[in-house]
């Protein structure tokens, strides 16, 4: 049997190779586009970068839980575009101030995500699968509010992404502390414990009195609410809700918290590490796009680093597996 403090030890020495392993990535990054783009490392890139991530963020750590418990969430882009147009709706045509609009989208988009996770665990379906047949009503009814066109909303909503310190916006300030407040919920709560032990052996925590039912469908709830939020962000930024913003969203998002070492088994991951796989992916986008990479280039590219991360945390827990 292997001693607690061992296996303890063992991942606690995995987390920390696994961050340096992601900032050594990040800064080898900056340092190859600053060669070749002289304009890369300028306040101006990163107050950009920073200004343009509070979405993915948000929605990354949300979809970090979902992955932890064994589930996964192809609607989230989808339930983003519908969010965003409940919010212009709210706004455009019944005159709400932001704050109330802002809540009934948040709402809405929880909502969906209970509703993934009801059919999900209820009837015991792959959430993939659900969350598939989710994604389109999402979309449709997105179409639906806004008549299928684009809801112009104005300066009413810029605020959240206006900078306001060091360049920085509140959308990226409340993003942080939402990887804050999920790292610590995760690390720090018996809710997070309950997570990682659902995805590691869902039947183990069935057999110690615990029903695992409630807590995959408030991560799916929750992922949901974050889905919201990041709609929030978007319609702030952009000033406007497209019924077809977010279209391939769920892919960025998953890459970004694939990147960051959450096991797609389930059972493993971090929030901060997926903070930091958000920055690797938005850096490499920047960068790429300031060096005049085509856009199907930057998708093959970032495609391979996407395998690359994939692959790399097939041999850490083949590692992990042969050093218990």
Not at 65 to 79: A, K, N, P, Q, W
Not at 295 to 313: C, F, H, S, Y
Request: net charge neutral.
């Amino acid at each position: 049997m292997t001693h607690p403090n061992r296996t303890f030890s063992v991942y606690g020495l995995s987390a920390v190779k696994n961050y340096l392993g992601l900032i050594g990535a990040l800064l080898a990054m900056c340092v190859l586009f600053s060669f070749l783009s002289e304009n890369f490392l300028t306040l101006g890139t990163f107050s950009t970068l920073s200004n343009d991530i509070p979405t993915l963020v948000v929605m990354a750590v949300g979809m970090t839980f979902v992955l932890i418990v064994g589930g996964i969430d192809l609607s989230v882009g989808s339930v983003m575009a519908l969010a965003a147009s409940i919010l212009s709706m709210a706004m455009v045509r019944w005159g709400w101030p932001l704050f109330a609009a802002g809540l009934l989208g948040i709402l809405v988009a929880s909502l969906c995500g209970m509703l993934t996770g009801l059919i999900s665990v209820g009837w015991r379906i792959p959430s993939f699968i659900v969350s598939l047949g989710v994604l389109e009503m999402a979309r449709g009814m997105a179409y639906q509010v806004t008549n299928s066109r684009t809801e112009y909303i104005g300066s009413a909503v810029d605020g959240i992404s206006s900078p306001i310190f060091l360049g920085l916006s509140p959308a990226f300030i409340a993003s942080i502390a939402v990887v804050v407040i999920g790292h610590l919920v995760l690390t720090r709560t018996v809710l997070g414990r309950h997570w990682i032990g659902i995805g590691t052996n869902e039947e183990a925590v069935r057999l110690a009195g615990i029903d695992p039912r409630p807590s995959k469908i408030l991560v799916f709830a929750l992922m949901g609410l974050l889905a919201g939020v990041g709609a929030l962000f978007q319609v702030s930024r952009l000033e406007a809700a497209d019924p077809n913003g977010g279209v391939g969203m769920e892919l960025q998002v998953i890459a970004a918290v694939v990147i960051g070492g959450t096991s797609l088994m389930g059972g493993r991951g971090s929030v901060i590490s997926t903070f930091i796989g958000v920055l690797i992916i938005s850096v490499l986008e920047a960068g790429l796009a300031q060096i005049g990479v085509s856009e199907p280039m930057k998708r093959i590219i970032t495609g391979l680093v996407i395998v690359a991360a994939v692959v790399l945390d097939t041999y850490r827990r083949r590692g992990e597996r042969n050093t218990h």
